[in-house]
């Protein structure tokens, strides 16, 4: 048991429930910070940014904790792909998508200000779309509703069936938090895992 306490930087439950995998216990701040991108970014920078930027605010109220940042953005031809937020957004991502590459950046950054640790990552997934029908998209949407998912594509549950392959070092890199780099990071701050 890590003698700090552990604060995820987020507010979002597929984050939490993938640290909740490890059986560690932690609280949760959400870092409420600007995640507009900058006019001279690429999607992978906005990613590293954005992680780091979580962490580090929400370690500036938690000092002695280990505060764990993420971020994903979804890239098709050097563009971002965001949070569709609304139903005809997210359906004019998927009919984009159609039959194409994505690589979705998923950042990492585990941040410590009362020993100045600061250790970062990313992990990138490359997901290829099906072709599907519109019916078939709009099924998905009404069913999973994902506007809260970078490029509206929620693999963990229904999405899984617009999806004709997909390429990562970590399987949990694309549901928004790369299990693999945490478990390294953390046991850095010296936290044992598995933990008891």
Known sequence: MPSAAIVLASSSPYRRGLLER????????????????????????????????????????????????????????GLA?????????????????????????TALAVVRKSDDRVATDCVDTWVRFRRLPPDALETYLRLEQPYDCAGSAKIESLGICLVESVRSDDPTALIGLPLISLTTMLAGCGVALPAR
């Open 81 to 105: 792909l965001g949070k569709p937020g609304a139903h005809p957004q997210a359906l004019q991502q998927l009919m984009a998508m159609q039959g194409r590459t994505v690589v979705f950046h």
């Open 22 to 77: 490890l059986r560690l216990p932690f609280e949760i701040d959400a870092p409420d910070v600007d995640e507009s991108g900058r006019a001279d970014e690429t999607p992978l920078q906005l990613a590293r940014r954005l992680a780091l930027l979580k962490a580090s605010t929400v370690s500036r109220r938690h000092p002695q904790a280990i505060v764990i940042g993420s971020d994903q953005v979804a890239e098709m031809d």
